[in-house]
């Protein structure tokens, strides 16, 4: 295993059939086994249907998580992970610990990690140059706290946990000079004059901010504690003091709170590289699956986004694989369907062979390489076999599928006629489902030169359940033809005892293409097809070869 890959996703085809799944739930755990390790997980590309539901119960297994494209997201980034901040620490502060942190943006978060703002270096010089606002620390209901941090200072009276509520930030200079500026709940900034200092007491001032750590008289101590009025000492002189002490204000005051563009973890690097395009800002906060914040990411974290690495299994054509997979790292495929479109940017391990289910194929590869097969492991993996080769009925059914089911059977300790009777029963149910949810059951996209066309299956065991399905499905197939956009769509309603199909479709010259694939004269918008049931034997290279006959034709 190269070193550095945190995951690798296990993912069968769209529209997932029994064997798509089973067959990524089994080969994971071999991985895992063959390995010792955990990072191989089973991933599933569309909702399941009623017969892979009816066998994960039956096995208890819950059924693997969705993914719907393999592109790269933020969390195959490196996110910076830079803690957030309380609202109530200081422009000050923030403006240190971006410096320590060689950041220009932090995030604002509450004590759950909830994302609340973020505040940003240039936020940070636009409160320092707004020097004419002097009532700002009052306005911003800034702690005493944060005052005596900033300044550096100490606090003589009164409460550190205090807060401004009012008034502004005054210079002491003479009691004449202070009579018509200082008003009831200023600051104020005085040095060691001990008739400056009990002036801007008696006027009533909040806070008086005693400069150089001048000395302060018991006299004007008492006088504050009379007054109400906190003391506070700070080493800067008066300039630096008055210059410095709006840094105080919580950053809450400044930080930007509506319109934060923001990305999930879950956010591709497509959508993320586009929406940075159109922001003025470097950094943009990160939250994860539940809201929470994580951390920040920037342009240049995009450009290093680790690729995903996928095993693809039960298929190898792109139309039929999730989205972004040309953005992934394939590692693996295993499959027993024709060779399809998809192509590798490096060597990859291509294992193909002609049997009827990719079930059979990962049996091979437990005792390849010696691992024991857990029982519900067995179990999953023999109702796989039953439902490709529809209980070894189809024409892709080889005696190694049937050897291989029996030792399933065996581990598993499951009757197989009895078993899949019941499976075939549990997948033809058609209570409460919709007509799109019986279509996407089990539906395949498949290319002949510049046609596309899509082929669905579905297997019953009865005449009343197939004929109740044809007409549920039948009048869908227009409409599912437009959402898949494509001009040609069929679908096979599978008789599992009597080894027959009938199927339906829809597009122009479908039925023409029907009659001369399967030789037959179609009936009433239907044909029937005694002995074909199999899509990937029977049907797929009857259609493809007319497909291309009727190309050669117009050529």
């Not at 010089?125 to 009052?138: H, L, Y």
Request: with cysteine; proline share 4%; charged share 25%.
């Amino acid at each position: 295993m190269p070193e550095g890959i945190r995951k690798v996703n296990v993912i069968g085809h769209l529209h997932p059939d029994t064997d798509s799944i089973c067959s990524a739930i089994a080969y994971a755990h071999l991985k895992n086994e063959i390995e010792h390790t955990t990072i191989y997980e089973p991933r599933r590309a569309g909702a399941i249907n009623r017969e892979t539901a009816f066998v994960l119960k039956h096995f208890n297994f819950n059924e693997p998580e969705l993914i719907t494209s393999v592109t790269p997201q933020i969390k195959d980034t490196e996110i910076q992970r830079q803690g957030g901040i309380d609202g109530e620490m200081s422009l000050f502060s923030a403006w240190n610990l971006m410096r320590e942190a060689k950041a220009d943006t932090l995030c604002v978060t509450d004590d759950e990690n909830n994302l609340e703002g973020l505040i940003a270096v240039k936020d940070i010089a636009n409160a320092n140059m707004d020097v004419f606002d002097m009532s700002v620390i009052g306005e911003s209901n800034t702690c005493y706290a944060n005052i005596v941090d900033t300044l550096k200072g100490e606090m003589i009276l009164g409460d550190p946990t205090g807060r401004v509520t009012s008034g502004s930030v005054r210079v002491g200079t003479t009691p004449e000079m202070m009579e018509d500026t200082v008003k009831p709940g200023d600051i104020v900034l005085v040095t060691n004059r001990y008739e400056t200092q009990q002036f801007a007491v008696e006027s009533e001032a909040s806070c008086l901010v005693v400069c150089c750590s001048a000395h302060i008289s018991s006299k004007v101590i008492s006088s504050a504690e009379r007054h109400g009025c906190a003391i506070i000492t700070t080493p800067y002189d008066t300039y630096a003091a008055a210059r410095i002490i709006s840094m105080s204000i919580p950053v809450r005051a400044k930080m930007l709170r509506e319109g934060i563009l923001k990305v999930s973890v879950n956010t591709s690097v497509d959508d993320a590289r586009k929406m940075m395009a159109h922001s003025r800002h470097r950094f943009f906060p990160v939250i994860d699956e539940n809201s929470k914040y994580v951390g920040l990411v920037s342009s240049p974290n995009l450009l290093a986004a680790k690729k995903k690495h996928v095993i693809l299994v039960d298929h190898n054509e792109r139309s039929q694989s999730v989205e972004g997979l040309e953005q992934a790292e394939i590692m693996e495929i295993i499959d027993h369907h024709r060779i399809g479109s998809i192509e590798t940017s490096g060597p990859a391990y291509f294992r193909n062979m002609p049997v009827g289910c990719t079930c059979t194929i990962v049996y091979m590869m437990y005792r390849e390489n010696g691992v024991e097969i857990p029982k519900n492991v067995a179990g999953l993996m023999l109702s796989a076999i039953l439902s490709d080769t529809l209980a070894f009925r189809s024409p892709t059914c080889t005696q190694i599928d049937r050897d291989t089911a029996a030792a399933l059977a065996k581990i598993a300790e499951v009757n197989i006629d009895e078993y899949a009777d019941e499976m075939f029963e549990a997948g033809a149910d058609l209570t409460g489902r919709t007509a799109e949810e019986v279509f996407n059951s089990d539906f395949k996209i498949f290319s002949r030169g510049n046609v596309k066309f899509g082929v669905g299956q579905g297997s019953y065991m009865t005449e009343r359940s197939r004929k109740a399905a044809e007409k549920l499905v039948g009048p869908y197939l227009a409409e599912a033809a437009a959402l898949e956009e494509l001009p040609l769509v069929f679908y096979l309603f599978t008789d599992v005892k009597s080894s027959s199909s009938e199927v339906l479709w829809y597009g122009e010259g479908a039925e023409d293409i029907i009659a001369r694939a399967f030789d037959t004269d179609p009936e009433n918008n239907m044909a029937r097809l005694p002995g074909v049931v199999s899509r990937k034997k029977q049907v797929i290279p009857a259609l493809m070869a007319t497909l291309q006959s009727i190309q050669e034709d117009v050529l």
